[in-house]
C-alpha cells in the first residue's frame, strides 16, 4: 500500500509505502522492487519508531541484555545434613 502522493507519481522524491510484516519475522534493512520497466533496484528500509526486540525470544519490548530467557535462577535443593554441598543440575 502506498500513500497517495506516490500512487498518483505526483511527488515520487520520497515515496512512502506501508508493509505488513509477520511478528516472528526480522524487519530488513533493504528491500528490492521491481520498476514499471522490469528494472530491480535495492533500496535500503527506514522505520519510523522502529522497535526493540530481543532476538533470544523474538518478543518486542526488550533486548537481549535484559531478556527474561536469559536470567538464571537459584534452585534450592533439599538434601541431607551430612551432604556438605551439591552442584546445581540445571
Known sequence: MT?????SRDRVEYAQ???DVALNNCLLDEV????????????PT????KPIRSSICNMF????S???????T???????PQ????QNPY
Open 3 to 7: 500513500d497517495q502522493k506516490t500512487a
Open 17 to 19: 509505502v506501508l508493509v
Open 32 to 43: 528490492t522492487f521491481e520498476d514499471q520497466h522490469g528494472c530491480d533496484f535495492i533500496l
Open 46 to 49: 527506514e522505520y519510523g519508531g
Open 61 to 64: 519490548g526488550h533486548e537481549d
Open 66 to 72: 535484559s531478556c527474561w530467557k536469559m536470567k538464571t
Open 74 to 80: 537459584a534452585v534450592w535443593i533439599r538434601t541431607d
Open 83 to 86: 551432604i556438605k554441598m551439591m
